[in-house]
């Protein structure tokens, strides 16, 4: 195929140019009267992105309709049906697509000469035998393209040519396999009746042997038994496709189709047509239990199990509710159910994806019959794996469940928790359950326990599912269900009290109501999500929280029921007393802090079920601190709270948020966040002191932390769990892993004996225990000899011994490692908690950051920094940082609001700057120092906004007076902190490895232009003298971005800032005495950075027009230029060279000395130069067509055309010999004016001709004439306008100008600046050119000429 392809294609690549030879053109495929966009469009097409395919596609068909009657048409449908039999398999059904789109596009086009094209084209009778594979699926894809265009079935005689060649295409199953028979059903089942009469007969076999000999086979059958039965009846007679002699068939049939779409994984249509047939003949049960069930199921073949789960998954809209408890308590819903156990484990498939996408699409259906939505919802929950059912306790398919389903499927889960039927489930254990699990395991109350955790899971999770449509009296009923099943049960049933009269079978266990109780919880926090109630889903507006403490108020009043842990006597006074705050609260419920704190105390008060010694305690406390809180303001001085010798009620309030903290709840955490977010105004230093000591992680880890001992209490729950939770959930998971798990076993077992054999070489006592050992096991045998062997006894004992010494080894090794895990466990419980607190410390920087306590948590914030970046390894350890770090930069070091009232603590912020600065100093980390310097800024900010002595009450005038004089008042006083920084500066320009870096300066500058003009002398002491290299690069650039911001132009006065740049210009001076001589790369880098900063200087004295004596500046670089100009030539160090010539020039420019064109062209071409003849030749293999060369000249003639026929003589078009010959004048042209520039005055101070000079001109060194030449009357009289503005006069020397300050004395008017931009664009040499007076007297001639 491949020549085929060439054949048609290959000419396809240059249609422009000519061929080359003498004998006349051959273009038998006629690609020469097309044009290239016209042939890439076949290109595009078999091309693998879609999006291509599909443009090209339409591009071609638009292109196509602008020319219906030309050659065009027929070239395409040559080259389509050319590119069915490609070569490369992805691109034939490319080129089916586009050719069926043509065809449904052009219905003029006869189908019948496109099937005769492609069999004209891919005769199998006469095509190689190496092309018969492309033939056959030429043929195969050129039928399905008249097939998609939707024509095929409107033509009889296309039709009856594509079914024929469809049977032919059907011996061929080597390469074609079944696909011409699947293309012949799909065919025919879009035929009208009449027409598929007549064909049926041609196509279908009368013999039900051969019928049932392939699926495609029986697939047609299914399609004629549905559209003309009468017909197929008088074909083959009356057939029962369900007989016992038919049905291993079907089986064996069914098993062929799935394995033909394992890769596709989809439901063949052969298996559907024979449900929708069963289903018609009434034959359902039969062909359901015998061919699925007893046939398919028996065979142990997966792609035949995933069949019966599709087809189960698309049945289900077809059946009735008896059909449906029939199906989904089968065999094959028991076998998915087993599925379902064994995907859990890795990299096995798992099908309930597609699973929820039947039951979803059932269920959406089915929105109007609450009775079918509610049995398909129960068959799938009654599927159960010893007790726990297979499916998701969170499934998102109950999103499409009517109101009144999910009502009756609520009321069904609470009834199967109460009373459990078993038998009414469709129980299973897996072959591996089977198999290792003991006959023990299996009792009716695991099997029970499982259950009911799952449904209370159920339970919950539908009501926190916020996309399930649900009613209050639902959410209240499970509530209610849940609080009541967890802490209380039935002493006597009362009808005021519905929860009573519900009977339980079986009775609760300690552990279900453990798991009760924390689904309990669980549903109470997404309830109270921000404590934010829901509208219309609690009465009368109430949180929902308030509702359940009412109702379990009810319980403990009511003598039908009692606690499962009664209440002792203060703990009932505390219940009390918190109903009776809460009430009082209610009276302020106006306020947000009363809210927070009503919050607070229901939820610590729902707490004394779970805990209740610690929740008493608590409550008694959260009392206290309310009462004081809200009450009289005298309460609140720190006085009374001395004389009284207890604690202030923040820090109580504090402490008992920090309690609340340690438990794992998440609702707890809100809690704790909301209230301290109302108390954090009345935060006093020893309060924010707790918080920051659970930060310190010396102190956590010097002292015994309450809040780890807590988790670990809670950890120990966990682990009373843990074995009940393994033997539920983890079961099935550990029985289908056995194998995996015996393989994990013997990796542990080799890792323990790996760290015996470790201990072993380490533990010297172990090793003289067992040298020990062996000596007296030696010893038994009385015998002193090596070579004789120990006896019986004495092998038996030395056995002895050696076991129980390994023993007691192995359990040493196990409590080194116990303690290990105990430590690190501890290290995480640690870290989570600090995790947590610093919600606190995010909620105190973000709704109080005016408060003076923010300043305490810098040095904490940073220490906290500084060592996770140290030990970052765990996740845990990094979320730490990372939140730190964006509560320090974001929240407190950004934020526009600070502290304003520093009061007497100037003196010890001062102290911290420079504490801050020295540590940033001495970080090993550079980006831990960056922490810290910002810091410092943070402090100089807060220091900058706060005033020197407390304000007064001042009139509106003295308000005024004060806003103008802002800093004269402020408590920062520059004097004190610039030798803080200045040390720091001077460290960072002399250590070799500073942590310290430019972009930190540089913030500083920005914001202190005052310090940084204090800091200059530092920087330019640093710019000359023995400083390395890089420290001297540094410099400059530091000098060079500080001497560009405005703000420290503003912070000098009178002839300071003229001095400033004289100094710094003699340091640069200085510096430019070696410029060109560099060998490292360090030294370059600081030429480079002195020139940047020499710009920056020269431009600066420009601009502001200062008086500076740049003569000494402009004879030192004059000086240089042939020693940079050879270091470019000889190519040492070529881009930095490179890059250091072009700042010397830029530098010379400012000056007032243009670059020379000549220079500036051999600068451009010494690259291609230097390349050699290696490069010429690979530069000439490349060479453009003649074609493209034209289009890339056209803009040069657009642009002049009326200048040939000046330099030619003759009004003709251009030639390439007349183009050489323009090119030539300008090149001589251009070396002239260069040599003027060379040897008279700068361009850019005369745009006027100068004299030529007789003197070589690339290596001359251009030098600023004191004498002017003659000026034209016009051009001298601007000259004189420019000068008189400028303030000298137009013939002074230039080397007074010099003196005087260069740049407002040197004319570069804007005029011929902005002429100079158009020649560039055009294709001109060199704006230089324009300011020479040789192109100024070719203008007039060029408009004479015209």
């Not at 061929?19 to 006349?24: I, R, S």
């Not at 596609?57 to 070239?75: D, F, I």
């Not at 959406?364 to 010893?386: C, H």
């Not at 000079?1253 to 601007?1278: D, E, N, Y």
Request: aromatic letters at 6%; proline letters at 6%.
């Amino acid at each position: 195929m491949a020549e085929m392809e060439s054949a048609g294609l290959a000419e396809a690549v240059a249609p422009g140019e000519a061929p080359k030879g003498d004998g006349p053109v051959s273009d038998r495929q006629g690609l020469l009267q097309h044009s290239r966009e016209f042939l890439d469009f076949f290109w595009d097409i078999a091309k693998p992105e879609q999006e291509t395919r599909l443009a090209a596609t339409e591009k071609l068909l638009e292109y196509l309709r602008a020319r219906p009657q030309g050659s065009e048409m027929k070239y395409a449908l040559k080259r389509l049906v050319t590119g069915l039999g490609s070569g490369r398999e992805t691109s034939r059904p490319c080129y089916s697509l586009a050719l069926a789109q043509l065809l449904q596009a052009f219905e003029e086009i006869p189908l019948c000469s496109v099937l005769d094209q492609i069999q004209e084209k891919y005769d199998l009778q006469k095509v190689k035998k190496a092309m018969v594979r492309p033939a056959l699926f030429a043929h195969l894809f050129g039928i399905l393209a008249l097939f998609q265009s939707g024509r095929l079935v409107k033509d009889q005689e296309a039709l009856m040519k594509s079914v024929k060649l469809l049977q032919v295409l059907a011996h061929h199953r080597n390469h074609l396999q079944e696909q011409p028979q699947k293309a012949l059903v799909d065919i025919l089942s879009e035929v009208p009746e009449a027409t598929l009469k007549e064909i049926l007969p041609k196509v279908l076999k009368t013999n039900l042997a051969v019928v049932l000999s392939s699926p495609e086979s029986l697939e047609l059958f299914l399609l004629a038994r549905q559209k003309v039965p009468a017909r197929l009846e008088k074909l083959l007679g009356p057939v029962d496709l369900f007989s016992d002699e038919n049905i291993p068939k079907l089986v064996d049939m069914l098993k062929v189709a799935a394995s033909s779409v394992k890769k596709e994984r989809k439901l063949p249509a052969v298996a559907l047509s024979l449900l929708r047939l069963a289903l018609q003949e009434n034959k359902f049960t039969r062909f359901w239990n015998e061919v699925l069930e007893q046939g398919l199921l028996k065979k142990q073949f997966p792609p035949a199990s995933f069949l019966c789960f599709r087809l189960l998954g698309a049945a289900l809209p077809l059946l009735s509710e008896k059909q449906l408890q029939l199906v989904l308590r089968g065999a094959v819903a028991q076998q998915y159910g087993e599925h379902l156990v064994i995907a859990k484990l890795p990299e096995r498939f798992r099908f309930a994806p597609e699973m929820d996408e039947y039951v979803s699409a059932f269920l959406e259906g089915t929105r109007d019959d609450p009775q079918q939505q509610l049995a398909m919802l129960v068959a799938f929950s009654s599927i159960t794996n010893q007790g726990h059912p297979v499916v998701p306790t969170f499934w998102r398919v109950i999103r499409f469940l009517n109101p009144r389903a999910l009502q009756d499927y609520v009321a069904w889960l609470r009834g199967m928790f109460l009373q459990p039927t078993l038998d009414s489930l469709v129980d299973f254990s897996t072959r591996n359950q089977k198999k290792h699990q003991n006959a023990s395991v299996n009792s009716p109350e695991r099997t029970v326990f499982r259950l009911r955790k799952w449904i209370i899971l159920r339970l919950v999770s539908i009501v926190e599912n916020s996309q399930v449509e649900k009613e209050s009296a639902l959410v209240q009923e499970v509530a209610r269900f849940c609080l009541f099943h967890s802490f209380f049960e039935t002493k006597k049933p009362t009808s005021q009290i519905p929860e009573t009269e519900q009977k339980i079978s079986f009775p609760l266990e300690n552990r279900t109501r453990e798991v009760v109780c924390s689904a309990f919880f669980s549903l109470l926090q997404a309830l109270s999500t921000q404590f934010k109630q829901v509208p219309g889903k609690s009465p009368n507006g109430q949180p929902w929280i308030y509702h359940l403490v009412q109702f379990a108020d009810n319980l403990l009043n009511s003598r039908n029921v009692v606690p499962v842990t009664p209440f002792t006597e203060q703990q009932r006074q505390a219940w009390d007393r918190m109903l009776q705050t809460h009430k009082e609260l209610e009276a302020r419920s106006s306020e947000a802090k009363a809210t927070a704190f009503q919050h607070l105390l229901l939820l610590v008060g729902i707490h004394l079920f779970k805990t209740p010694a610690e929740s008493c305690s608590d409550l008694a406390d959260i009392q206290a601190c309310i009462q004081k809180s809200l009450g009289g303001k005298p309460r609140r001085t720190r006085s009374k709270a001395v004389d009284a010798q207890e604690p202030p009620w923040v820090e109580v309030m504090v402490e008992i948020l920090l309690a609340l903290l340690a438990q794992t709840s998440h609702l707890m955490r809100q809690v704790a966040r909301s209230v301290f977010g109302h108390i954090c105004t009345h935060l006093t230093p020893r309060a924010l002191q707790l918080i920051l000591d659970v930060l310190n992680p010396d102190k956590v880890q010097d002292e015994e932390d309450s809040v780890v001992v807590t988790d670990d209490a809670d950890e120990k729950q966990r682990k009373t769990k843990a074995p009940e939770n393994e033997s539920e959930d983890g079961s099935a998971s550990e029985a289908e892993g056995g194998e995996e798990s015996s393989q994990e076993e013997e990796e542990e077992e080799e890792e323990e004996s790996d760290e015996e054999a470790r201990d072993d070489d380490v533990d010297q006592g172990f090793r003289e225990q067992l040298m020990a050992v062996l000596q007296a096991g030696k010893a038994l045998d009385g015998e002193d000899s090596e070579d004789e062997e120990l006896g019986d006894e004495a092998m038996m004992a030395l056995d002895q011994n050696l076991a129980s010494l390994f023993a007691e080894q192995k359990l040493r090794i196990q409590a080194k490692q116990d303690e290990k895990n105990r430590v690190q466990k501890e290290k995480m419980l640690r870290r989570d908690f600090q995790i947590k607190v610093l919600d606190l410390v995010e909620v105190l920087v973000t709704k109080h950051p005016e408060s003076p306590l923010g300043l305490e948590l810098l040095e904490p914030l940073l220490t906290i920094i500084r060592r996770s970046m140290r030990t970052s390894s765990s996740k845990q350890e990094q979320d730490l940082l990372h939140k730190t770090a964006r509560i320090f930069t974001h929240h407190l070091c950004r934020n526009r609001h600070y502290c304003h009232d520093v009061g007497n603590h100037v003196e010890a912020l001062y102290a911290q700057v420079e504490r801050l600065v020295q540590q940033a100093g001495r970080q090993a980390d550079s980006s831990v120092a960056l922490y810290y310097f910002n810091a410092s800024l943070y402090l100089l900010r807060v220091l900058k906004g706060n005033t020197a002595s407390a304000p007064l009450a001042k009139t509106p005038k003295k308000q005024k007076a004060k806003a103008t004089a802002s800093e004269a008042t402020s408590c920062l006083d520059l004097k004190r902190v610039t030798p803080v920084y200045s040390s720091a500066l001077s460290a960072f320009l002399t250590k070799r490895n500073s942590p310290l870096s430019v972009p930190m300066f540089l913030s500083l500058f920005c914001r202190h232009p005052v310090l940084c003009k204090n800091l200059l002398p530092v920087m330019m002491q640093h710019v000359t003298g023995p400083t390395r290299p890089r420290q001297q690069s540094q410099a400059c650039l530091l000098l060079q971005k500080a001497m560009s911001m405005g703000e420290l132009r503003r912070a000098f006065e009178g002839c300071e800032w003229e001095h400033l740049i004289a100094q710094v210009l003699g340091k640069v001076t200085e510096n430019l005495r070696t410029l060109g001589k560099a060998q490292a790369k360090a030294e370059q880098q600081g030429e480079l950075a002195t020139l940047e900063l020499l710009i920056i200087l020269l431009k600066a004295v420009r601009q502001q027009k200062l008086t500076v004596d740049l003569t000494p500046i402009l004879t030192l670089l004059q000086d240089l230029q042939p020693r940079l100009q050879q270091n470019l030539q000889q190519g040492a160090h070529s881009a930095g060279s490179s890059r250091l010539y072009d700042l010397y020039w830029q530098a010379m420019k400012l000056l007032g000395v243009q670059r020379p064109k000549s220079e500036k062209k051999d600068a451009k071409e010494s690259p291609s130069d230097s390349q050699g003849p290696v490069s010429m030749k690979r530069k000439k293999k490349g060479f453009l067509p003649e074609t493209k060369k034209r289009k890339k000249r056209k803009p040069e003639e657009a642009v002049e055309p009326a200048a040939m026929p000046v330099a030619d003589g003759e009004n003709q078009p251009p030639t390439p010999s007349s183009g050489k010959k323009r090119r030539r004048r300008h090149r001589a042209k251009a070396k002239a004016s260069a040599q003027s520039q060379a040897s008279g005055e700068p361009a850019a101070k005369d745009p006027t001709p100068g004299t030529h000079s007789t003197s070589p001109g690339p290596s001359a060194t251009p030098t600023a004439s004191s004498s002017t030449p003659a000026k034209t009357p016009k051009l001298q009289k601007k000259r004189q306008k420019l000068s008189q503005v400028n303030g000298d006069v137009p013939i002074e020397p230039a080397g007074e100008k010099l003196q005087k300050g260069l740049p407002d004395k040197s004319p570069q008017p804007t005029p011929p600046q902005r002429k100079t931009k158009l020649p560039l664009a055009n294709g001109s040499p060199s704006p230089s050119v324009l300011r020479s007076g040789t192109k100024r007297k070719k203008v007039p001639p060029k408009k004479g000429a015209n």
